[in-house]
């Protein structure tokens, strides 16, 4: 049973969503397990699910690529959600044609209410997720760890993603500014300041959300079945708002950018701001930089960052966020499987979970819910 104190997705509606002509699911359940085959269309549900906060879901895809094949081209997502002020329906969907002709818009609606975008969903529903793609983050680029970090400040602060958007908007049109033969000076002064403003409140907040996060490692670091990390953002903007006031930060970054103009002109892009920030991330048992561990100890690293960001996020607001979990126990043991399902159950987080095989989700007990996913079917094969 859901407490009424967490944030919990009580009846998920989709429509020509992926491998989904119709899908109405009813919940009554803190930990949700979606079982079958690979290819039955699990993760197409987090994926979904995802699309409930802001931003392009789990997967980053087109929009338009989401509606189901043979379909009319456009797809709906609905859901009622039980929250600490009360019941609030979400919903988002894709039109396949906007106004403007332009190829398609997304719709956001809440309480009936149609949002003048996805920000808006961020004000009810607080959101974490892991999947396979993100295996081997600390290996990877530094902009996958980035848009990481990133998720994690925005479950803390839903403004978070709109200072990015905003500074990456400007960004873009700096950069084609710089490429006329004689750029209005002016305009470019502008632009820059508004991206300083913007640089130090993104840098701000990712400062504040990794000090949260870390307190919060802290706290289990030697019982735990997962391994700790010491966690930290490597950027120039971010160093200096360690040590500096936010206004002189914010004048010295427009200056980096005036001064910059003719090398960034010659690259084609801007080359210095938080747009190039990385997260770094040590096995704390190990002492080992997260991406020179094994596959599994970064596996196992990970899923201890989000148990440990959900934490966070509940300390800090109260209730726990929804997390969606995708293949998380293929690779665990049958003793650190336990130890997650325990621990989800005492964060009082809902949490969406995929796998093959029913029997890697023993021990969920009356808080759990268990489906099988077939061909475009879900049904529930155990349950509280």
């Known amino acids: 049973m859901t407490d009424s104190s967490t944030l919990a997705i009580t009846r998920l509606t989709l429509t020509d969503f992926r491998n989904y002509a119709g899908l109405r699911l009813t919940l009554d359940a803190q930990l949700v397990a979606l079982t079958g085959a690979n290819g039955a269309g699990k993760t197409n549900i987090l994926e979904a699910i995802s699309l409930l906060a802001p931003g392009r879901g789990l997967r980053g895809a087109v929009f338009e690529d989401l509606a189901r094949q043979g379909g009319g081209g456009t797809w709906a997502i609905a859901a009622e959600i039980d929250t600490a002020n009360g019941p609030v329906t979400l919903g988002t969907g894709w039109s396949g044609q906007s106004e403007a002709g332009d190829g398609g818009s997304r719709l956001v609606v809440i309480d009936g209410e149609t949002q003048k975008g996805s920000g808006a969903l961020?004000?009810?529903?607080?959101?974490?997720?892991?999947?396979?793609?993100?295996?081997?983050?600390?290996?990877?680029?530094?902009?996958?760890?980035?848009?990481?970090?990133d998720r994690l400040v925005t479950a803390f602060d839903p403004e978070h993603g709109s200072r990015i958007l905003v500074f990456e908007k400007v960004m873009r049109e700096r950069n084609l500014l710089l490429e006329e033969t004689r750029p209005d000076a002016a305009w470019l002064s502008s632009l820059e300041a508004h991206m300083a403003e913007a640089a130090v409140a993104i840098s701000a907040a990712r400062l504040l959300g990794l000090e949260a996060l870390q307190a919060h490692i802290d706290e289990t670091r030697g019982h735990s079945s997962f391994p700790w990390g010491d966690v930290s953002v490597e950027g120039e903007i971010e160093a200096r708002i360690a040590t500096t006031p936010a206004v002189r930060v914010e004048d010295e970054?427009?200056?980096?950018?005036?001064?910059?103009?003719?090398?960034?002109?010659?690259?084609?892009?801007?080359?210095?701001?938080?747009?190039?920030?990385?997260?770094?991330?040590?096995?704390?048992?190990?002492?080992?930089?997260?991406?020179?561990?094994?596959?599994?100890?970064?596996?196992?690293?990970?899923?201890?960052?989000?148990?440990?960001?959900?934490?966070?996020?509940?300390?800090?607001?109260?209730?726990?966020?929804?997390?969606?979990?995708?293949?998380?126990?293929?690779?665990?043991?049958?003793?650190?499987?336990?130890?997650?399902?325990?621990?989800?159950?005492?964060?009082?987080?809902?949490?969406?979970?995929?796998?093959?095989?029913?029997?890697?989700?023993?021990?969920?007990?009356?808080?759990?819910?268990?489906?099988?996913?077939?061909?475009?079917?879900?049904?529930?094969?155990?349950?509280?």
């Open 122 to 149: 961020g004000d009810y529903m607080r959101m974490l997720w892991l999947t396979p793609a993100m295996d081997r983050l600390f290996a990877g680029p530094a902009s996958d760890r980035r848009r990481f970090l």
């Open 253 to 384: 970054y427009r200056n980096i950018l005036r001064d910059s103009r003719g090398l960034d002109r010659a690259a084609g892009r801007t080359l210095r701001g938080p747009h190039r920030s990385d997260l770094m991330v040590v096995h704390g048992p190990k002492q080992m930089a997260a991406g020179q561990c094994s596959t599994g100890e970064q596996k196992a690293l990970l899923i201890g960052l989000i148990l440990a960001q959900a934490r966070a996020v509940k300390a800090t607001i109260g209730t726990a966020p929804v997390l969606l979990l995708d293949e998380v126990a293929a690779h665990l043991d049958r003793a650190r499987r336990l130890s997650l399902l325990e621990a989800l159950a005492a964060l009082g987080s809902q949490s969406w979970m995929t796998g093959t095989d029913a029997q890697l989700f023993d021990g969920m007990g009356n808080s759990g819910t268990v489906f099988h996913v077939e061909d475009g079917t879900v049904k529930e094969v155990m349950g509280s």
